[in-house]
């Protein structure tokens, strides 16, 4: 999946052996093509991928996203809001509004609702959170709904930072939430400063490399979800935060995807950059 986003991707999902990629159009599709089944050649084993492509307008792709949305209740106190009807609500719910777009993140995909049901649970007010691959925000907006005193969301996709942009200032979280344009690399994450939470809903391949640049970015006690994995991959996952010295908390399995909850022995108490 990174390597699709080298290949120029706007954004990239995975369902099941499945991987959805939205490219901006091409002068040529079959360049395209081409150079995207080198690059999965390259970071995979498949030696034949089957890559299909079409056009969709991005008025058309926005249309398609919000239909058949509904809001939903992600955890105890968080229900994202894609469109339709304002929801039902309870004192003290935090509901995420999101606009059509193109960028991935509802409470329609396991990897977000899972990672929203362990984060309702350990975020405490005047966390400070790191959101690495935020998407369309949901999970940095929910983080500041509950309470956050900042929230630094850092999305690859220049696309979707503006989407998660929008989001933000929708829900009237926008001094609280930070969206930055960055393809996360472990040397990037020293200059960051140091925060009582990180999510990280990625891929493995792009996870695993990042982990032990985040155990020393959390603070002593500091927690850490991670997403985007797949069941069977989990183990590479728990070997390389063993290795860093975090402690497994929490393991939450939905349809396929493994997310899980870590702590901090070990995190530095130093105050935030």
Same mark, same amino acid.
């Given at each position: ?144 709904? %509950?309470?956050?005193?900042? /929230? @630094?969301?850092? #999305?690859?996709?220049? &696309?979707?930072? !503006? =989407?998660? *942009? ?57 927690? %850490?979800?991670?997403?985007? /994995? @797949?069941?069977? #991959?989990?183990?590479? &996952?728990?070997? !390389? =935060?063993? *290795? ?30």
């Amino acid at each position: 999946m990174d390597a699709l986003r080298r290949a120029g991707a706007r954004g990239v999902d995975r369902e099941g052996a499945h991987v959805l990629a939205l490219f901006p159009p091409p002068h040529d599709i079959e360049p395209l093509v081409r150079e995207v089944e080198a690059a999965v050649r390259a970071s995979t084993t498949l030696e034949n991928p089957t890559i299909t492509c079409r056009w969709e307008p991005a008025e058309s792709l926005r249309e398609r996203w919000a239909a058949g949305l509904a809001p939903r209740r992600a955890s105890g106190r968080i229900v994202v809001w894609p469109g339709g009807e304002p929801p039902e609500t309870r004192p003290g719910d935090a509901v995420v509004r999101l606009l059509p777009g193109p960028a991935f993140g509802t409470a329609e995909h396991p990897t977000t609702r899972a990672c929203l049901r362990l984060l309702d649970s350990r975020i405490r007010p005047g966390d400070r959170v790191l959101d690495i691959g935020a998407g369309s925000a949901v999970l940095s907006i929910a983080a500041a709904l %509950l309470g956050a005193r900042r /929230v @630094l969301a850092l #999305e690859a996709d220049d &696309v979707a930072c !503006a =989407a998660a *942009r929008a989001n933000v200032r929708e829900n009237g979280v926008a001094t609280t939430v930070e969206v930055r344009e960055l393809l996360v690399r472990p040397h990037h994450l020293p200059g960051l400063g140091r925060f009582e939470g990180i999510l990280a809903n990625l891929e493995t391949e792009t996870l695993v490399p990042l982990i032990p640049a985040m155990t020393p970015a959390l603070v002593s006690g500091g927690w %850490l979800i991670v997403s985007g /994995v @797949l069941t069977q #991959e989990s183990g590479r &996952v728990l070997e !390389a =935060a063993h *290795r860093t010295g975090l402690t497994p908390e929490v393991a939450d399995r939905d349809a396929g995807w493994w997310t899980a909850g870590f702590r901090s022995q070990n995190g530095s108490t130093a105050p935030a950059a």
